[in-house]
């Protein structure tokens, strides 16, 4: 389970600006880049009990796929006071999960670009 290519194109993109990215499976899951300031802002079990919301929320879009006929899920986009995040469910228990600050609202979809090139290339959870 990797990713660091990914944090580096991110970083590339949004140089400072990146919070959170992180790949997750059903039993697992691998920070491969958390924000000085949130190491310090949460615990691990905070940290622990967000991967398992994350994966929750991941699995309703199957459901959602069940009720629309306008194709699969892609993304899932949270928009928050603080931070935006993007989550990209690969299957039913994994995925990839990106956060930026709010203030960087219009290179949302320069995030989501370069995470879906690099989820394009085959490395979400072999690399």
């Known amino acids: 389970m990797g990713g660091f290519e990914l944090v580096d194109d991110l970083r590339e993109t949004l140089d400072d600006r990146l ?3 992180l790949v997750y499976e059903e039993t697992q899951y691998k920070h491969i880049y958390l924000d000085e ?9 905070d940290i622990e009990r967000l ?13 959602l796929t069940d009720f629309t006929h306008v194709g699969e899920l892609r993304r899932i986009i ?3 006071d603080d931070a ?3 989550q990209f469910p690969l ?7 990106v956060s930026i600050d709010t203030e960087n609202e219009a290179e949302l979809f320069d995030v989501i670009e370069t995470t879906q090139n690099w989820i394009d290339r085959g490395c979400p959870v072999s690399c």
Do not use: P, W
Request: proline share 0%; no cysteine; aromatic share 8%.
């Open 19 to 21: 919070r959170m990215a």
């Open 37 to 45: 300031e949130l190491r310090n802002e949460y615990s691990q079990s």
């Open 51 to 63: 991967r398992r919301e994350i994966i929750v929320l991941a699995l309703g879009k199957n459901r």
């Open 78 to 80: 949270y928009d928050t």
């Open 84 to 86: 935006m995040s993007i």
């Open 91 to 97: 299957g039913e228990h994994e995925g990839v999960f």
